[in-house]
């Protein structure tokens, strides 16, 4: 179509606004300009380069991940988006840092006078590798059964103990018979390694040594021995720099099972104080009053730096809509992945998030080839780290290249590769009831594919989640939903049904640009006080109280085990 006629398309559809978004309500097709550029072709090629073998699995700090951010760069480019990044570049430099140790850690235990010393890789490891620094002596020990609390099953196995200064001694998951079909919800709270550690933190314990008991996942899991420590001195976890530490508040171990039954007092201790705790006898809690712990752990922080990229479409006026999509995956597979067996081959990550990286660059493509300039900016933002704790979307949020009041909201897509039984979920619309409202007139227009919502607030699954917690602004997560692929070697382009994405894709280009014509700027239902927008007034609805975050369905991300194991 010819510039000049779509130019004055554009003029037309910006004036008047309260005009066009009338026509937008009734309208039977989409709005967005240029939407039929985007293809399954265009799709199919992004990810089939960003989830090839020759990436390497996409992980953070490596060569390959800069590699990403060059063909994300270049490929908005080449459609006509502008530089968004740091001093008019493409770039945001994200400082990101892990330790490493200064020598092999050492943990040994004193009972009756008798002191034995654990063998490192052999008998404990640390969780999050050389996370921490720690020097304890002769400290008590106390068994703090799974470490949960949870209200609605009336489940408290920390209740009553003195933790003051001790080192807790652990199991990993949740109660055996909490499983549901015989697995563990992938986002219980309980099982959350942070949630975990934040309870006996709370309760002022010092250290914590934690052991998969021999009743998790009917003896089948393939961490019961002991996780490997190459994951962590392979795949480092990651934190952001200048925090001064990582995100683990305690010295924090895994034993293997052996090693917990010594320090239990015997071989088959640990399963029966498992089969206790998971019909909540807590009065058979063992004691361990004669036991002592000293634990020798010291490390060295190391800075390393990554990048966002950046690209933008300006618009009529200083207001944004921010695309984004995480650019990283696994790697080797050394951290997060839910097949330990393969640790050391490639994760190509094309669901999780090559799909979503495509999706942004052909949203991105099809606005910038337009030659319709859109009432409100389009910000197009890919982020570093995600898998390593959501770094790069943090990041950003502390060091925004747009003020987050000038930001209306914030669209982030992770896994809507594969769209399942023609369904995928729009989560996050209740942080705001306008966007609600426009996500539910724009889904109709693309019947191919069934669009659910959630009255609920969105999980802390992927990088929306610092943009609605900590940014204040309303979001919208599109997501596929788990799957049997996602986090192993078989997340290949081959698996992406590219055909369903290609209405998912034109749909999430329509809700956003809906929101840039919107004449009203969308209130923020969520959990930050005193949000503003672009006219500096407060964006929480008076009448409604601010969202809590849904407990029940936080993903581990930090901890080196993977998101769906918990």
């Known amino acids: 179509m010819k510039a000049w006629y779509m130019r004055a398309l554009g003029a037309l559809a910006l004036a008047p606004v309260f005009f066009t978004y009338a026509v937008a309500n009734d309208s039977p097709r989409p709005l967005a300009p240029n939407i039929d550029s985007i293809t399954l072709h265009d799709l199919k090629g992004d990810v089939y380069f960003l989830a090839g073998d020759e990436m390497r699995g996409r992980e953070t700090c490596q060569p390959e991940a800069l590699i990403t951010a060059a063909y994300v760069r270049t490929r908005m480019e080449r459609a006509g988006v502008k530089p968004a990044g740091e001093n008019g570049t493409w770039y945001q430099t994200v400082k990101l840092a892990h330790r490493e140790w200064e020598e092999k850690p050492s943990i040994s235990y004193t009972r009756a006078g008798s002191t034995v010393k654990l063998a490192y890789e052999q008998d ?30 009336a489940y408290n196995d920390i209740e009553g103990i003195d933790l003051r200064g001790k080192v807790a001694l652990i199991m990993r998951y949740e109660p055996t018979p909490w499983r549901v079909g015989g697995r563990r919800n992938p986002f219980s709270r309980s099982a959350n390694l942070n949630t975990k550690e934040a309870l006996l933190r709370e309760a002022g314990a010092a250290a914590i040594l934690m052991v998969t008991g021999p009743e998790s996942l009917g003896a089948t899991d393939n961490r019961m021995s002991l996780p490997s420590p190459k994951a962590a001195e392979m795949s480092p976890p990651l934190y952001l720099a200048g925090t001064g530490r990582s995100s683990s508040a305690l010295p924090f171990f895994h034993v293997s099972l052996e090693a917990a039954d010594a320090l239990l007092g015997g071989d088959g201790k640990l399963l029966e104080a498992q089969k206790a705790f998971d019909q909540g006898e807590f009065k058979a809690r063992p004691d361990l009053s004669k036991l002592r712990v000293s634990i020798d752990a010291r490390s060295r922080e190391v800075v390393r730096e990554c990048r966002n990229v950046a690209g933008k479409v300006e618009g009529e006026l200083d207001e944004w809509i921010i695309f984004g999509a995480h650019h990283d995956h696994l790697g080797n597979g050394y951290f997060g992945s839910r097949s330990p067996d393969k640790m050391g081959e490639i994760h190509n990550g094309a669901d999780d998030n090559a799909s979503g990286v495509a999706t942004v660059l052909e949203i991105a493509e099809a606005l910038a080839q337009s030659g319709v300039k859109p009432r409100r900016g389009f910000l197009f933002l890919t982020f570093t780290g995600e898998e390593k704790g959501l770094l790069g979307s943090r990041w950003y949020c502390e060091n925004p290249l747009v003020p987050h009041h000038k930001a209306i909201a914030m669209i982030n897509i992770d896994m809507i590769g594969r769209i399942p039984n023609k369904r995928l979920q729009l989560q996050g619309t209740a942080s705001s009831s306008l966007l609600d409202k426009v996500c539910r007139e724009a889904a109709p227009l693309f019947p191919d594919i069934e669009f659910t919502f959630s009255d609920r607030p969105p999980m802390a699954a992927s990088d929306h989640w610092p943009f609605y917690s900590a940014a204040g602004m309303p979001v919208v997560f599109p997501f596929g939903g788990t799957n049997a692929e996602m986090h192993t070697t078989l997340d290949d382009p081959e698996t992406i049904n590219y055909r369903d994405m290609v209405p998912a894709v034109k749909c999430l280009y329509e809700i956003a640009w809906r929101l840039s014509l919107e004449p009203a700027i969308p209130d923020y239902i969520g959990p930050v006080k005193g949000a503003t927008g672009p006219d500096g007034k407060p964006r929480n609805p008076a009448e409604k109280p601010a969202a809590k975050p849904e407990a029940e369905r936080e993903e581990e991300f930090s901890r080196g085990a993977p998101p769906a194991n918990g």
Do not use: I, P
Request: without cysteine.
């Open 124 to 153: 404990f490891v640390a969780t999050e590798g050389a996370s921490v620094n720690a020097q304890l002596k002769d400290a008590e020990v106390a068994f703090a059964g799974y470490a949960v609390n949870d209200t609605q099953r």
